[in-house]
Structures are given as structure tokens and as C-alpha cells.
């Protein structure tokens, strides 16, 4: 494949230009290339939120959530690729290709190589799209956050980590009755 002009994409050429086995996000229609296929340590923490968030609403039928790799067509030309996301209402929707729109829920797993992304630049735009929670997950350091949108800004609603005297498990605000402790997380 020719080298790609990043600048000027929109969705729907991604989908007819690109092979659907390749990994992009969009922002602000500049194509933006995703790490490699994430690790073992990854997997295993994401296996083990995806099955927390997954038993949620099997218990709590309010809504649905769903695992990457997905399209999130937040607008035109933003697209990302959350680890988990969650959308409330039907929780029989079906989504083919890609959900169009805004998830309440963000989640994302960050490595060395997606810090700055997941912590700088996902979460303006997922705060600029109105993604009323984001979850931030740091294997290296066994740290969980969840963040609220409060006058469009993330503000910390929880966070949990190792440390003494620190708490170790998470609520969500959006979804009450979640909780998620560290040793669910990383020590399964």
C-alpha cells in the first residue's frame, strides 16, 4: 500500500479505502494509526473489566456495552476505538459496523506507547463530544480512574490504587451499583 495522506479523511472513506483488517482512529479528520495488537497483560485486564461491565448488565438490564475493536462515530470526522464502551437505553440494539454517536461510557487501557494519547487527546475529544463518563486504566501502575463530565471538563469521581491507606476499589457515578476493585481487575 502507498504511503496514506492523513489529512481529509471522513468514516465512510475510511471504510471504502482501507482494508478492514487495518487500525485507525480519526480526529478532526486526521487518520491516525493505532499501536500494534495489544499484549497479554492488556488482554487479561480488559478480558476482566469487559466481564465486570458485562455481568453489570445482565444484572441491570439499562443498557449495553461493548469491546473493542469497534468504530465510535462520535461525529463526521472523529472516530475511536475505545477498549470497552457502554450506551444506555436498548439494551437489545444491535450494532453492524460501527456505533454512530456518543457512548456514555468511555474506557480506555493505556500502555507506554497510548499514554499521551488516552490522556491528553481522547480525553478532550471525548469531553468535547459530551461522553459523560471516562475511565482511564494503568496497568504499570494498577491505577483506576473514573472521571465525570462537569461543565465540559472531566472531574475525578474515584480513583483506586495500591498505595497504603488508598482505596482500592471504583464506583461508577453514571452506573451506581458498579463497582470494581483492583485485585478483580489485576490480580485475576
Known sequence: MAALETHGWTYERMVAELPPESRYELADGVLLGMSPAPGGLHQ???????????????????????????DVELGVNDVVQPDIFVVLGDPKRRVERSYKGVPELALEIVSPTSYRRDNVE??????????????????????????TLMEGTYTLHAMANPEEGEPNTVTSALLPQLSVSLAEVFER
Open 122 to 147: 481522547k480525553r478532550a475529544l471525548y469531553a468535547r463530544y459530551g461522553v459523560k463518563e471516562y475511565w482511564v486504566v494503568d496497568p504499570a501502575n494498577q491505577v483506576i480512574e473514573v472521571n
Open 44 to 70: 487479561d485486564i480488559f478480558g476482566n473489566l469487559y466481564l465486570l461491565f458485562r455481568q453489570y448488565f445482565i444484572a441491570h438490564p439499562e443498557g449495553k456495552v461493548f469491546p473493542a475493536p469497534m
